[in-house]
């Protein structure tokens, strides 16, 4: 393209929010993504993606006068979001909490990919929810989207896993069993961790995890924790034969599903081989350096 068509070319802008968000891998995660798809060539449009600090006490003004394009919702800010925007679509309804917004027409509208991520994750290691006995351990936002997400697309069974008896009858009525037991897991062809126990940074893990013996030979373990790569569960889930991965394909997949409802090119392009391997393989290095 010629200098002067360059100069006029518009710029996309895309951020992802939270508090705190220094952390966040999104950046890297579309900006790789953007030099793959090669977008500034195809469609004439540059991209830019920033990382964008937002308080909870700022955040509905941030609402009322961004001029982004575009961004993804970081904690604390996902349920939050869900509820101050005017319009929220898809996922997100079964959630109640927002982790992507677009301008579409001049108004914000909220969407939630981290749902349909997680589960192209799964599928890419041959596991569905359809049919299956799926375990889900956390109560809170993330435990949330999983089952109802789970129930949604046809699960025979999703049990719900953790201390809070309350905070699981709001998720899914008649849905909780109480503490990951061997007992609890019985028969289960999932079991989904959904909360940050084994976190780098936390100060808190799985105090025991013999409640694995519990699962089938051919059970499934994944882990939304994807720092450190090797939590103590999926060495203890692997160290019993069981199938088990970390959630970086889950930011990936997430990401990718944000990047089609930007406009950056259609879901059937941007979810394949070639732009997961690229994105995931950037993500990988920068967390390997990071060690």
Known sequence: ????????????????????????????????????????????????????????????????DTELDGFNVTIPHKERVYALLPEARGDAALAGAVNTVVREEGRMVGYNTDMGGLLKALQSFGAEYKDAVVCVFGTGGAARGIARKAAAEGAREVRILGRSKEKAEAILPGAFLGMPTAQTLRGADLFLNATPLGMTGMTEDFADLSFLNGLPAQAFVYDLVYTPAETRLLAAARACGLRAENGLSMLVWQGLLSDALFGIAPAQTLLTPEYYGAAYAALRKELTQKK
């Open 1 to 64: 393209m010629e200098n002067g068509e360059n100069s006029q070319m518009r710029t996309k802008r895309f951020a992802v929010i939270g508090d705190p968000v220094g952390h966040s891998l999104s950046p890297l995660l579309h900006r790789t993504v953007y030099k793959a798809v090669d977008f500034y060539e195809k469609i004439g449009v540059q991209a830019s993606y920033e990382k964008q600090r937002v308080t909870p006490e700022a955040l509905a003004a941030f609402l009322s």
